[in-house]
């Protein structure tokens, strides 16, 4: 026997969503404009399906789905580069946008993206077997920095993350590893934008550029220093 999960996700209209997907590499190998709207998207062995929601509210949506690849990096990369050939930019914030690459505190490598429709496709790759979350680290400004990313990428909390982000980096008696210090600007900056408090991400950005790394430490958080790029631009 051999089965096939494909989700089935809600939009207002189809057009913007498969204009989306389209600049992904994505085909479209079916669409139905009436008696209700209806379309599907294929590239490799993803193939997502949409339906036409006129109530439909794309800001307020919840819905999402997992897709599991052996080349994270590489879809991250395809992805990013077919965005900025069609909108012009990398989108990071609004709909759509696409995240940063993410070393998940469950074994998974991975990246979310959310299309025209609201929908998050989180796109993730196994680097454990074991799949259960890891126990908070006790120490100050690891365990934040592990709750904020928490907050600002699993939960679609950024208020909370930014709290988080503020309380540690405010101790008066303790102090971040530049690694940490590092980190934490980089998602403040990042929260930030998504909340639109822009003067709050500038300020953010240009602490954590001053940051000083040796090349072994820029190394060890390549991903956060993509993104901190990511944001200057």
Known sequence: MAEKTIPILPCRTIQPVLEF?????????????SPNPYAVVERGGIELQFFGLKQYEPAESVSTCFVLTD???????????????????????????????KDMSYGVRQFLMTD??????????????????????????ARALHHASLLADSKEDPAGAAKVIDRV???????????QLLRLLVLRADVAGRLGDDETATTTLTKATAVQLSPEDRE???DDVDRLEDLRN
Request: charged content about 25%.
């Open 71 to 101: 080349d994270v990096d590489g879809l991250h990369a395809v992805f990013r580069a077919g965005l900025k050939k069609a909108y012009g930019k990398v989108p990071s914030r609004g709909l759509p946008r696409i995240g940063p690459l």
């Open 116 to 141: 025209p429709g609201g929908n998050c496709i989180r796109i993730g790759q196994r680097t454990s077997k074991d799949q259960h979350h890891r126990r908070a680290p006790e120490e100050t400004f």
């Open 21 to 33: 997907y389209t600049a992904l590499g994505f085909e479209v190998t079916f669409q139905q404009k």
């Open 220 to 222: 060890s958080v390549r």
């Open 169 to 179: 980096l405010g101790l008066e008696d303790e102090r971040p590893t530049p690694v």
